[in-house]
């Protein structure tokens, strides 16, 4: 089991910042990909960045490469994204989620845990 726990969403104008966090506990040594969905309401979940665990590799989503960026620290069990320039359209719930196969990163099936979602609005 791997527990995830995010924060860090807010409300931010357009053009600012934002990081937010996302607590990993439990069978982390079970954890293959971590990544970061969004959903915004009426819309399905979409695929905004992911990093495998033990590595460096990362992937991100077109809407967000160059503006995003998502990064852990082992140590600590945390995971960030980094959201700058944000933009109207960046309005979503933000969902922390981790996978224990190897499967594509970009999939919403490949992620076995979730978290509750933090949400984050970017007024224009």
């Known amino acids: 089991q791997v527990q995830l726990v995010e924060s860090g969403g807010g409300l931010v104008q357009a053009g600012g910042s934002l990081r937010l966090s996302c607590v990993v506990s439990g069978r982390t040594s079970s954890t293959f990909w971590m990544a970061w969905f969004r959903q915004a309401p009426g819309k399905e979940r979409e695929f905004v960045a992911a990093l495998w665990w033990v590595g460096r590799l990362t992937d991100y989503g077109d809407a967000v490469k160059g503006r995003f960026t998502i990064s852990r620290d082992v140590a600590k069990n945390m995971v960030y994204l980094q959201m700058n320039d944000l933009k109207p359209d960046d309005t979503a719930v933000y969902y922390c989620?981790?996978?224990?196969?190897?499967?594509?990163?970009?999939?919403?099936?490949?992620?076995?845990?979730w978290g509750q979602g933090t949400q984050v609005t970017v007024s224009s």
């Open positions: 989620a981790a996978s224990t196969t190897g499967t594509p990163p970009r999939l919403t099936s490949s992620y076995s845990y």
